[in-house]
């Protein structure tokens, strides 16, 4: 199947920074990303769809000025967690879907973030 | 897209089959159904899917019924690697966005 990585794998930050979690897709040109985040025992939540070119769209309850996301590539979605507090902290996973697939979506390895 | 129930958690004795049931009696013609896994920590993957016919591939069978209201998820020789969280997922072929539910915790025994 297609790849998608995300960088970093594990971040560590303090209270009031902003940490940039980047998921790449690596064969395949993806104009449609997603970003997920996962608490301990929870399923995934869908965050936000990101759009290549545009802005993204949020699901609601998420706020699109704490979580900006910037999708400015065909291979690149960045998401970046402003002013992050110790309930961000938390396994981030992005998706792309592979426009040569059968509509399928491909995960990446995920981030997990913790905020001291 | 359609509401799936799965049961929480399976146990499977390694080197038998574990077939793991998915309901979604809300299905629409046009949706398919996705079955993903996540082993602990890690994003999940892709395994199989299908709209009515039933599916296979190098990882799993996929046996939809008829009416198209439930599916099973079939796999045929359980490995100790295969212990993860697996989802079902009904979404329409037009759709973007996966929306996972609970999925079933498969622990396979030795």
């Known amino acids: 199947g297609a790849v998608v990585s995300q960088h970093p794998s594990r971040v560590i930050c303090k209270s009031g920074t902003s940490v940039k979690i980047e998921c790449r897709s690596l064969d395949f040109q993806a104009t449609t990303m997603f970003w997920y985040r996962q608490f301990p025992k929870q399923s995934l939540m869908l965050m936000a769809t990101s759009n290549e070119g545009s802005k993204a769209t949020y699901e609601q309850g998420v706020e699109k000025d704490k979580f900006l996301i910037n999708h400015a590539s065909l291979t690149l979605s960045t998401l970046t967690v402003t002013s992050a507090h110790p309930e961000d902290s938390s396994f981030y996973i992005c998706?792309?879907?592979?426009?040569?697939?059968?509509?399928?979506?491909?995960f990446g390895p995920g981030t997990r973030l913790l905020v001291l | 897209d359609a509401k799936t129930t799965q049961p929480p958690s399976m146990d499977c004795a390694e080197g038998r089959a574990a077939n793991l049931p998915c309901n979604h009696s809300?299905?629409?013609?046009?949706?398919?159904v996705y079955w993903y896994r996540q082993i602990h920590s890690q994003g999940p993957q892709y395994i199989i899917h299908?709209?009515?016919n039933n599916e296979t591939n190098e990882m799993a069978s996929l046996i939809i019924t008829e009416d198209r209201k439930s599916s099973t998820l079939i796999l045929p020789h359980a490995t100790l690697r295969d212990t993860a969280v697996y989802y079902c997922i009904v979404r329409a072929n037009t759709g973007n966005q996966f929306y996972f539910g609970t999925g079933t915790s498969l622990t396979v025994i030795p």
């Open positions: 299908g709209l009515k």
């Open positions: 998706s792309a879907r592979d426009p040569r697939g059968r509509e399928t979506q491909y």
């Open positions: 809300t299905i629409s013609g046009n949706e398919y």
